[in-house]
């Protein structure tokens, strides 16, 4: 240990962190998205930042993340390449290189820092893999998970084989190892306690939400309507498992209900189902109907949302979407847009009485919930305001910070 040599107040020579901090080294790890682009790891990163830690943030590369190294907002971020794999053995070769690449990361990290805490957040549920080698160090693991791993697989590949019980295995070997746990909604925490044997006072329920001060309604840019009359707006990704078929459906249904020449449909984001989506849009004739924009930068995204009559959500009910939290839900009620969805367990506590609710996986009554928005801007206006009083009366990271905070605390005693 003599190599490795730190300052006054035990922090590494060169770091640009918070420094003199009363707080020790946290180091998180993300694997499925870049930061800051992943809002929810970068709001928990800022929040450890300006409560006194300091925190490095390992996380992948992507479109307008390229920098290996550097320090946005008193916290350091570090990212690698990453393998472009899709399939069950693209799998297979993409989280054994991302591991290999976050190992060598964390020990770069701890050579400076000797950071106190590992932050794992999922998916994969194979980042304790690197923290069992900081273990010995008396470093604590906290797992931050944000998806249902073994549902996601049956949501993709629609069968419970090997994969489903190799995922189950490693869901449950990371809560083992986990000193606490945070949990996006109240079904992972069960999740956590049932699933994972985690104690109940080791579980957190941290949601992720917008700030406040980052989702203010803007003066709406009318000609992103291309000049029709209403704008309903998508925001997510697009995977299988988001449900962008059935949202097609339910467009070529409210076409053929009520002609919609005076709706366009922006649907934002990006995915490995884009290519796929974008032809069957053309084959059920909506190309007039339907615009996909790719991904776009949070200005233009804000843009959007401000603009919008009505924001749509067609995750489908399965096992892994009736327990999980849409995180667009809370962005369009933050900019005051009223929601339809499918009735979903997590969904209906996300939005309460801020959207209307559609039979699940039945995209013409989903158009029918459309329809009746479109058909009343007393009914948009009402729901609207609603989701916006949800997220003003506790659902922002103001108040999901100090629950943060409190985990840490657990973690560190």
């Known amino acids: 240990m003599s190599a490795f040599k730190f300052n006054a107040v035990g922090q590494p020579p060169g770091w640009r962190g918070n420094m003199p901090s009363s707080k020790p080294a946290v180091c998180i790890i ?87 805490i590992l932050h794992a957040c999922n998916p994969p549920d194979l980042l304790f893999l690197v923290w069992l080698f900081f273990r010995p160090f008396g470093v604590r693991f906290i797992f931050d998970h944000h998806d249902l791993n073994p549902e996601l697989y049956e949501a993709k590949f629609g069968h419970r084989g090997l994969g489903y019980r190799l995922l189950r295995l490693a869901e449950r070997l990371t809560f083992r190892c986990a000193t606490v746990s945070i949990a996006t909604n109240e079904s ?21 939400v917008p700030e406040l001060s980052r989702a203010c309604l803007r003066s709406p840019e009318i000609e992103r309507k291309e000049g029709r009359r209403f704008l309903v707006v998508y925001l997510g990704v697009m995977e299988r498992q988001d449900g962008l078929d059935l949202l097609l459906d339910s467009v070529a249904e409210v076409k053929r209900r009520r002609g919609a020449a005076d709706v366009l449909f922006v649907l ?60 667009k839900i809370f962005r369009y009620m933050a900019y005051a847009r009223p929601v339809v969805l499918y009735d979903l367990t997590e969904g209906r506590r ?50 999901e910070k100090k629950t943060l905070l409190e985990a840490y605390e657990l973690a560190l005693r």
């Open 30 to 116: 993300v694997e499925n998205l870049p930061v800051p682009f992943d809002r929810r790891v970068w709001h928990e990163a800022r929040t450890l930042a300006e409560a006194g830690y300091t925190v490095s943030v390992i996380s992948p590369k992507g479109r307008g993340y390229t920098a290996s190294r550097e320090v946005v907002d008193g916290v350091e971020v570090l990212r690698h390449r990453t393998w472009e794999a899709s399939g069950i053995f693209g799998y297979l070769i993409e989280y054994p290189w991302a591991l290999a690449a976050e190992l060598l990361l964390a020990l770069r990290v701890y050579r400076r820092t000797r950071f106190r």
């Open 188 to 208: 992972f925490r069960q999740v956590a306690i049932r699933r994972g044997g985690m104690a109940p006072d080791r579980v957190f329920v941290v949601r992720s």
């Open 268 to 327: 934002i984001g990006s995915g490995t189902e884009l290519p796929r989506l974008q032809a069957l849009s053309r084959e059920k004739g909506l190309d007039d109907l339907v615009r996909f924009t790719g991904a776009l930068s949070e200005s233009e995204v804000a843009a959007y949302l401000s603009t919008a009559d009505l924001c749509v959500a067609p995750d489908p009910r399965n096992p892994m979407n009736d327990q999980s939290t849409m995180n």
């Open 350 to 399: 996300s939005a309460g009485d801020a959207a209307l609710y559609a039979k699940p996986n039945d995209p013409v009554d989903f158009a029918a919930q459309i329809i009746k928005l479109l058909n009343s801007e007393a009914l948009r206006n009402e729901l609207g305001q609603r989701g916006r009083r949800r997220i003003e009366g506790g659902l922002n990271w103001e108040t």
